[in-house]
């Protein structure tokens, strides 16, 4: 049985059933890991001690009789940007190399109290800015379907070890698409949730306003799963939602009829694959046949949201990444500097300067820039007031459009997976990666990415389906209901 295939909720069925062990399962998905994961990277630390441990754990308590939740042996794999204590934290970045956290992210001790096997930390973008995974200072992360290829960014590690099956689900964190994005490249399902849905205690920030946490999975039911462990109320977050969280899985229901859906003529623009916009008019098609009625609206502020994007999310980078000085903790400069230990100014000057020049990369040097400027004295009212002003003309065209239809459906890039090296020196081409992607999470809205096609050279295509705020539900209803009735989602990367 190669168990490194099977989804999350066959693992638990199989481990209820003791037809396997946890031990069994996490054995052969570092097996697999061992002898693949050189050639894709996704992974930057690996904690198979701890992991084997904590299988047996689990083992033990089946052996006894002791009910197991959804989660319990299933291994799982986590964003190098989310806490885990005793466990290094590198966000991806060398000035983090030696940063080990005292204490879990929220959403790591949901999943440890669900006694889920962590097997390590996933390659990514450096502090989560990348559309690519080329940003990392541990190496290029490279794409299941074709090596030669990104996975997507800044989540590239995450969507890529469940798509090459070096884990059954992950943790990812989306602040412009980046769960979205490399889930639709890498051909998984990656949901991100309504802002406040999902605790950010833990998460190292990138943009406070636009950050959140989700899952990377093979099938929607899985998503439903882990969404089911990791939402809720938390009152370490100041910006979490004290709202209920239902059984996602009860909404898992194969059934398109009644259901509106609203497709924007904004999201299909010059620039955008030929291949990837009849897949996406394939989708739509597709949940027409069974019975859902199709809507043209507008979003008409969408062509916005890039520039809005890229001054609120750099300056609120600029400003979290501004505690990285080679004090409190971190890589500090080798060279510091005479007088630094003897407390004079300009020596101190000097290795501050140094350490983030030395530690930090080229694009977030780039993004830290762009924000410090679009705050100064003078710029302040001109950018970043007007971009806040733009996200709220995006959101009230959602909340518009919702007044019409149930769910909106759109591509989620508008190109499958590019060549490795293709856009890195060109920032702006880089950028508009994301430009179905962002107005999302400039709205704080929940939305997902699932297979919905290939391209002529066989790479995934994603459909993105966008919903209500804290209506999870409807989308995972959406989702589940299209996957149900193809087959992209079981098709595998061959990967020797």
């Known amino acids: 049985m190669e168990l490194h295939k099977s989804t999350a909720h066959e693992l638990h069925n199989l481990l209820v059933e003791k037809k396997i062990s946890s031990l069994e399962i996490t054995t052969s998905i570092y097996e697999r890991i061992e002898k693949l994961d050189k050639k894709i990277n996704s992974y930057i630390t690996l904690t198979k001690e701890s992991a084997l441990q904590k299988a047996k754990g689990v083992d033990k308590k089946i052996s006894k009789g002791e009910e197991i939740s959804s989660l319990s042996g299933i291994p799982i794999a986590i964003k190098d940007i989310i806490s885990t204590k005793e466990i290094r934290t590198t966000c991806g970045s060398k000035i983090l190399s030696n940063y080990i956290p005292i204490y879990d992210a929220t959403v790591i001790e949901k999943l440890k109290k669900a006694d889920a096997v962590i097997l390590g930390k996933t390659n990514m973008d450096e502090f989560a800015m990348g559309s690519s995974t080329e940003n990392s200072a541990y190496g290029v992360c490279r794409n299941p379907w074709n090596i030669s290829t990104i996975p997507g960014g800044s989540s590239g590690g995450s969507a890529a070890c469940v798509a090459a099956d070096f884990a059954p689900l992950s943790l990812g964190s ?59 109320h938390d009152s370490m977050d100041s910006t979490s939602v004290p709202e209920d969280v ?80 080679g004090v409190h903790y971190g890589y500090r400069t080798k060279d510091e500097g005479r007088g630094a230990r003897d407390g004079d100014i300009s020596a101190i000057v000097d290795m501050y300067e140094r350490t983030r020049d030395e530690g930090f990369g080229d694009e977030v040097k780039r993004r830290i820039m762009l924000g410090t400027y679009a705050l100064s004295s003078g710029y302040y009212e001109a950018y970043y007031l007007k971009a806040l002003k733009v996200r709220t003309l995006i959101k009230n065209d959602f909340d518009e459009a919702f007044k019409k239809c149930d769910v909106i459906i759109t591509p989620v890039s508008p190109t499958p997976a590019f060549k490795i090296g293709e856009k890195i020196s060109d920032p702006l081409q880089m950028y508009l990666s994301d430009i179905f992607t962002i107005p999302v999470n400039l709205a704080g809205l929940p939305a997902i990415s699932l297979p919905c096609g290939f391209s002529s050279e066989g790479l995934p295509i994603g459909l993105q389906i966008i919903g209500k705020p804290f209506d999870e539900g409807k989308i995972l209803q959406a989702s589940y209901t299209f996957e149900q009735n193809t087959e992209y989602h079981l098709k595998k990367p061959k990967l020797n």
């Open 174 to 232: 989306d602040t412009g698409g980046s769960i979205r994005q490399p889930a639709s490249m890498c051909g998984v399902v990656g949901l991100k949730p309504t802002y406040g849905r999902v605790s950010r205690y833990g998460l190292v920030a990138f943009a406070s306003s636009l950050d959140q946490i989700g899952s990377f999975t093979k099938d929607v039911r899985d998503t439903a799963i882990i969404l089911n462990i990791i939402a809720g």
């Open 246 to 325: 239902p059984n996602y899985t009860k909404h898992l229901i194969n059934n398109a009829k009644n259901l509106k859906i609203g497709v924007p003529k904004e999201y299909f623009i010059k620039g955008t694959s030929k291949e990837v916009e009849k897949t996406i008019l394939n989708s739509i098609e597709t949940f027409k046949k069974l019975g859902a009625e199709i809507l043209e609206i507008s979003l008409p502020h969408t062509e916005y949201a890039v520039a809005a994007y890229y001054i609120i999310a750099p300056a609120e980078a600029s400003s979290n990444l501004a505690r990285y000085d």
